[in-house]
């Protein structure tokens, strides 16, 4: 995670207002630095979302089909995932995303806005995203195990599992006929 340390310090909040501190048994620093590692990942979510949308409806040729479809299903697992990530941070505490502009200074994925790309690059780039995705949440899961909220953690797991299959499949789709 500290890859974002630099990079988000200036976009922090010094503390909750005070209508929406969560009451929780977790220490406030610990409510802090779980906030810092899961709001990220919250936004990558929504940038992996509409870049997933994108190219399920920007695909051509000939497995246009098989790709379209998967595509769907892939993004919207993800976009599933933001809430339960969003709602968590809120359980315990801190607050979360407000904005495009707040998902645009966390963002880590890369936004993807060219006018056509060939399928077998899409299938690519959403490789190499949801990899970056799946490191940074086994980091994630790290963080919450440290700062006593294995309930996050556990999230993060489900999470991890369900990007874990996204890496699969995009592996897959990606490896020349043997």
Known sequence: MSTNVGRHAA???ASVPK???????LKPDDVRV???????????AFVLYVKTKNFH?????????????????????????IDVLAERVRKIGGTTLRSIGHIGRLQMIPDDDEE??????????????NQQM???QRAAIGVCDSHNDTPTGNILQDVLDQTERRIWFLYELTQDDR
């Open 11 to 13: 976009h922090r909040s």
């Open 116 to 129: 056509y790309v060939p399928a077998s690059q899409m299938l690519g780039r959403l490789l190499a995203d």
């Open 57 to 81: 409806w920007h695909l051509s040729g000939p497995r246009f089909r098989d790709y379209h479809l998967l595509f769907d299903e892939h993004a919207a697992v993800i976009f599933e995932s």
């Open 134 to 136: 799946a490191e940074r």
């Open 34 to 44: 779980i906030t810092e590692a899961v709001n990220p990942l919250i936004a990558d």
């Open 19 to 25: 209508a929406l501190a969560t009451a929780t048994d």
